[in-house]
């Protein structure tokens, strides 16, 4: 239990230092349980924006967050 509020911290401390776009869209693809091409229709881009803000975002992240 322990380790999953640890984790849970982790994520939340990567996800608020992310930009905005990037963050709704990890939002949206983990805890919202959406496609990204249902994602991409409710911000109004294109999936494959969807796709690289994702990977920009992940990759953000990994290296300990931040732009």
Do not use: N, T, W
């Amino acid at each position: 239990i322990v380790m999953e509020q640890e984790r849970g911290r982790l994520v939340e401390q990567a996800l608020s230092c992310l930009p905005f776009r990037q963050r709704k869209i990890v939002e949206a693809l983990y805890f919202g349980d959406r496609k990204a091409v249902e994602v991409a229709e409710e911000i109004g881009c294109d999936q494959s924006s969807v796709s690289v803000s994702h990977k920009r975002a992940l990759k953000a992240m990994r290296a300990g967050g931040g732009r």
